[in-house]
């Protein structure tokens, strides 16, 4: 603090112009770049526009450690950005820190608020060596920095009033001529805080956002995305990774300077202030402080809770506009535009509710907190300077008037000087405190978006992956196998994140509406099927009984109760189901057909363009590339192909990638029955082994065995031959079935007539319309 008591001298400032020197040449170095220094480099070779086409179309490498290059065309040049893929380990190691959260918890400003946090500044400040931690390291050396040339400026301040009452001109030149050389690294100073800031929150956002991609985006048998909102019970997981996940990351870049600047500012300016203010000033400034802290404390509301409702319904409002774009064609064919618009109102009303419930908090804490910080201090702050001025009346009593008159300028002067620089260190001081108050407030909403976030990563962390099954390269095989709907796994705890403007904010067990939903009964019980490569098996039944959920079990989706699975490992070379939406993937007509694929393997597997075009004709497709424009044409194309031409699509994924089974579920539907059978020929021709799921006889020839699902309360089953005399034998059931059915039709008919005698003639008429 010596170097401040310097400024009160008529010496050279020779300080400042040291700190603004250092800051100047500091502002031309090559430390300011940023995206170099943190971020690295974003320099690529000059690039053709054949590469910049092929950059675009192949859009990463696959390395040999198991990473990964992107491509990103900038500015004609290709710029190469690694990345490294989060290892299972350390998400084995993580996952101790995310424990459930308990079911009374409620975010708030405590131990386990800190815990959360901790939990996840591990992951985006991995190491002492990270970037995020020189970015930090950096806006602290700039955050100090500028209280430094604060305290300064406030002494700078008051000396150039002095001089103006003492009529020193060349004095006052000087100080103004300090003046411009503070405001250059002052201003320098303030740019780059907020730049950092941003800086900071972008690099956190980043680094959260890949360890929640490799995450939740995890391979089997973990499948977390596929689960989390059926076994998690974690509705709206876009909401959690997009707007929780930014709103985190800005809430805490900008807390750390809302926190370390003012309390910086509070240390120095309070030192400072105290070395004029004595002994008593000193303890009525801390007594400020206390008092201050202790009524704000007290009227804070529940700001944390609020931000958490608050950021569940936007998400509720955000995934109901997201639904009805994804779902706009089958809303315009029912006409449910109305309906869809007073779903969506609905949502939005009750988010305006909430917000609008917050806002009215905030007026009574807003005014009890300017009140407080604004008017009270500064009439303290009145009280706090004049002390010592009323302390040097009193010693200036009993001086000779000769002598006071001598001394009068330089009294008047040093008492300006003294309020000038007083005064400006407490605006300042208050200023700092009142960014401190405030900043509770921030720490409270930061509470509820760090519970959010930790219950999202926690759920993720304890889904536990689907138990192994046998493999086997040449057959799928289920004994005994009882299949259910599955029930959330008790492992998780309970993390569901419940609650709503009316009723609060309260963490509860999802377990409720998991249970609720499950089946009381298994959809089939004790399950035998056995298929050998070339052996198609066809499985059949009314709707609802369970087919779905066996296509499920064979692809590893879902987990059997009971019994023994045997099958290969899913993926190209294994299990490759073709659902019965076709999905359409974000990217080129060329991504369609290779999709899982990336350009890469598509490149490596040794295909070429003109293979795709065979597989397109033999799906009826062959247009597509002359229509569209070519295999580079990016479009929307779950809305560009008609539902036919979508699940076509689905089978020119499948002979691109030509698996030994494949589970085709439902995938024809909307296809003719020519080309329907065309394709499932072509499929056996290629050595597809089939596992349909449709209720079109005319595919049954295609297929060796077939496998009926009844949906009884027993479960039960029958597996027959196709072509076989048991086959006819229950097709010739099913016959005599309803022509039995049929020769009833007369006694129904006169039943009708006796019911509209009985009723009337009216109201008759009325049943029958």
């Given amino acids: 603090m010596t170097v401040f008591s310097k400024l009160s001298s008529r010496k050279d400032l020779r300080a400042p112009l040291l700190v603004a020197l250092a800051l100047v040449l500091f502002s031309r170095s090559r430390l300011t770049s940023l995206n170099k220094l943190f971020t690295g480099p974003l320099r690529g070779d000059k690039a053709t526009p054949e590469t910049l086409k092929h950059a675009r179309e192949q859009l990463y490498l696959d390395e040999k450690d198991g990473s990964k290059t992107l491509l990103l065309p900038f500015r004609q040049r290709i710029v190469k950005v ?31 608020f800190l815990k959360q946090l901790i939990a996840i500044l591990r992951i985006v400040f991995p190491s002492l060596t990270s970037r995020e931690v020189g970015i930090l390291l950096l806006h602290t050396f700039f955050l100090v920095t500028r209280t430094i040339l604060s305290v300064y400026v406030a002494h700078l301040d008051g000396r150039l009033v002095r001089d103006i009452v003492s009529a020193d001109g060349k004095g006052f030149l000087r100080g103004l001529g300090w003046w411009f050389a ?20 972008l690099r956190l956002r980043t680094r959260l956002t890949r360890y929640t991609h490799d995450l939740y985006l995890s391979a089997a048998p973990d499948l977390k995305y596929y689960r989390v909102s059926g076994e998690g019970g974690l509705e709206g997981m876009d909401q959690y990774i997009t707007s929780d996940i930014a709103a985190f990351c800005e809430s805490l870049s900008t807390l750390y300077g809302n926190v370390m600047k003012p309390s910086l500012d509070m240390l120095i300016f309070t030192t400072q202030l105290t070395r004029k203010l004595g002994a ?102 009145y009280v706090l300077i004049s002390i010592p001025v009323w302390m040097a009346t009193k010693r200036s009593v009993g001086i000779q008037a000769p002598a006071v008159q001598s001394r009068t ?18 605006i300042s001081l208050a200023d700092a405190g009142g960014r401190l108050m405030y900043a509770y407030k921030d720490i409270l909403e930061l509470a509820g978006l760090t519970t959010r976030i930790y219950t999202m990563l926690s759920t993720l962390h304890h889904l536990q992956p689907l138990p192994e099954f046998e493999r086997h390269p040449e057959r799928i095989e289920l004994q005994g196998a009882v299949i259910g709907v599955p029930k959330k796994d008790p492992r998780l705890g309970d993390t569901a994140l ?55 079990v064979i692809a590893g989706l879902w987990k059997v109760e009971q019994g023994r699975v045997v099958r290969p490992d899913r993926g190209f070379s294994g299990v490759f189901v073709v659902p019965q939406r076709a999905y359409m993937v974000t990217g080129s007509l060329l991504d369609q057909i290779i999709y899982p694929h990336s350009y890469t393997q598509f490149k490596r597997s040794g295909k070429t363009e003109q293979d795709l075009i065979d597989i397109l004709k033999v799906v009826h497709l062959a247009y597509l590339p002359a229509r569209e424009g070519g295999w580079e044409t990016v479009k929307e194309w779950k809305d560009v192909l008609s539902g036919g031409e979508k699940q076509r699509m689905g089978m020119a994924r499948l002979f691109y990638h030509r698996p030994a089974f494949a589970v085709l579920d439902e995938c024809t539907s909307a296809v003719s029955t020519d080309v329907e059978g065309l394709m499932y020929q072509h499929a056996k021709d290629l050595g597809i ?76 008429s009325k049943v029958r319309a």
């Fill in 280 to 381: 008593m000033g000193s303890v009525l400034l801390f007594l400020n402080y206390f008092t201050t802290a202790s009524i704000l404390r007290a009227v804070t509301p529940a700001f944390g809770r609020l931000a958490a409702v608050e950021a569940k319904l936007e998400g509720e409002y955000r995934a109901g506009v997201g639904r009805v774009g994804r779902e706009a064609e089958e809303i315009a064919f029912y006409g449910g535009g109305g309906r869809e618009k007073h779903i969506l109102w609905g949502a939005y009303l009750r988010l305006v509710k909430h917000v609008n419930s917050i806002y009215k908090i905030r007026v009574a804490y807003e005014w009890t907190e300017d009140y407080v910080i604004k008017y009270l201090w500064s009439a303290i702050g």
């Fill in 689 to 764: 082994t089939l596992i349909t799921i449709s209720h079109r006889p005319t595919l049954t020839k295609y297929h060796s065995r077939l496998l009926t699902v009844y949906g009884d309360a027993a479960g039960s089953w029958s597996l027959t031959s196709v072509g076989t005399a048991e086959e006819r034998m229950g097709i010739d059931r099913e016959i005599l079935m309803l022509e039995a059915k049929l020769a009833e039709v007369s006694s129904w008919e006169k039943r009708v007539k006796e019911l509209e005698v009985l009723l009337g003639t009216g109201h008759a």
């Fill in 82 to 112: 690694p990345i490294v893929p989060i290892s299972p380990e350390v998400f084995e190691r993580n996952a101790s820190s995310f424990k459930p959260v308990p079911k009374s918890h409620k975010p708030n400003v405590d131990k386990l």
């Fill in 409 to 426: 300028e330089d009294v008047v002067a040093d008492r300006t000087e003294n309020y000038i620089s007083s005064r400006r260190l407490l």
């Fill in 182 to 201: 503070l405001a250059v690294p002052s201003s320098y100073t303030n740019s780059m805080l907020r730049h950092l800031q941003s800086k900071l929150s």
């Fill in 498 to 552: 419940v609650g709503n403007a009316e009723e609060g904010f309260d963490f509860a067990d999802s377990s409720e509406a998991t249970d609720a939903t499950a089946s009381e009964r298994p959809l089939v019980q004790d399950l035998n099927i056995r298929v050998e490569r070339g052996e198609h098996l066809m499985i059949s039944g009314p709707n609802g009984v369970g087919k779905t959920a066996i296509a499920r």
